[in-house]
Nanobody
């Protein structure tokens, strides 16, 4: 059973960095794809970044390319989202999701994912 727990959100000023973590308590971590999504009030949930079973396989939304980095540590069953140069428009609830077993690449749709964390709020003030 996959259970995802996110941490690391908070209230920050524009321009600073923040790192989110997502820990998977299941036993299939190394075989899964993972994604970070975000959802702002009144907007649809959108993919921010995804990482494949091979950690060098990554995908980024255009809006975060060059600012955000997704990574994984298979020894710790943890996926990270490092967010640099944060902007007010990055404000949202951020969700970690697991694609297990992994399907297509890149898994850009919410329908590609089977398990979700509870979300962590990121608020960027101007």
């Amino acid at each position: 059973q996959v259970q995802l727990v996110e941490s690391g959100g908070g209230l920050v000023q524009a321009g600073v960095s923040l790192t989110l973590s997502c820990t998977d308590s299941g036993r299939t971590f190394s075989g899964n794809n993972y994604g970070w999504f975000r959802q702002a009030p009144g907007k649809e949930r959108e993919l921010v970044a995804a990482i494949g079973r091979v950690r060098t396989l990554t995908y980024y939304a255009d809006s975060v390319k060059g600012r955000f980095t997704i990574s994984r540590d298979n020894a710790k069953n943890t996926v990270y989202l490092q967010m640099n140069s944060l902007k007010p428009e990055d404000t949202a609830v951020y969700y970690c999701a697991a694609d297990q077993p992994p399907g297509r690449w890149p898994p850009t749709s919410v329908r590609d994912y089977d398990y979700w964390g509870q979300g962590t709020q990121v608020t960027v003030s101007s």
